[in-house]
Every structure is written in C-alpha cells, then in structure tokens.
Nanobody, 119 residues
C-alpha cells in the first residue's frame, strides 16, 4: 500500500502563488514517477505536471512557465510550485504515484487538496 499525504492548498488572489506538497510512504515502495492532476467543478480530471525518477518533467501547456514540479528523493516528496495563478487554475489538485510496492506495480492517488484563485 502507498499512502500519499498532500498539503498546501488554499485561497489565493489572482497573480499569487501556492506550493503543494505530496509525501509518499509505505513499506517497499519504489517511485518511477509522481505527478499532479486537477479537477475543476463539472470538468474531468486533467494532467498538470509529472516528474520521473530521473528528473524528467512534463507539464500541461497552460501551466508551462508558471508551475514548477520538483522532488525531494530522500523524503519521497513531490512539490508543485504554482506562480501567477489564474482563476482558471481553481480546482482540486490530486497527487499521483506511479511505481512499485515490492514486486507489484501501483498507481495511487492522494485525497486531493483544494486550490481556489479568486479576488
């Protein structure tokens, strides 16, 4: 089992910044990649950013240049630094884990953290 604990969401004004964190834990886990997805009210969940074990990153086009994903390997933690936030970034943000739990492949989700961008 993989446990994902997210933090850092909240209310911010347009143009502001937030930093999300997601810590993965569990016996025998090995991370291939971690990432962030988001789901706005009435919309489907969409990919936001992903970072692999080798440090390769990918971003949703609309967040490139504003969001930065990073990781702390020692802490099994991934971060999403969100700058220049816009009202359309408002959503529940979900952490995603891709990797192994001992010999079993696992794709797991966090519980979500709410981000609201509003004046």
């Amino acid at each position: 089992q993989v446990q994902l604990v997210e933090s850092g969401g909240g209310l911010v004004q347009p143009g502001g910044s937030l930093r999300l964190s997601c810590a993965a834990s569990g016996s025998g886990i090995s991370i291939d990649a971690m990432g962030w997805y988001r789901q706005a009210p009435g919309k489907q969940r969409e990919f936001v950013a992903r970072i692999t074990a080798t440090g390769t990153t990918n971003y949703l086009d609309s967040v490139k240049g504003r969001f930065t994903i990073s990781r702390d390997i020692a802490k099994n933690t991934v971060y999403l630094q969100m700058n220049s936030l816009k009202p359309e970034d408002t959503a529940d943000y979900y952490c995603n884990f891709e990797g192994w739990v001992r010999t079993r492949w696992s794709g797991s989700w966090g519980q979500g953290t709410q981000v609201t961008v509003s004046s």
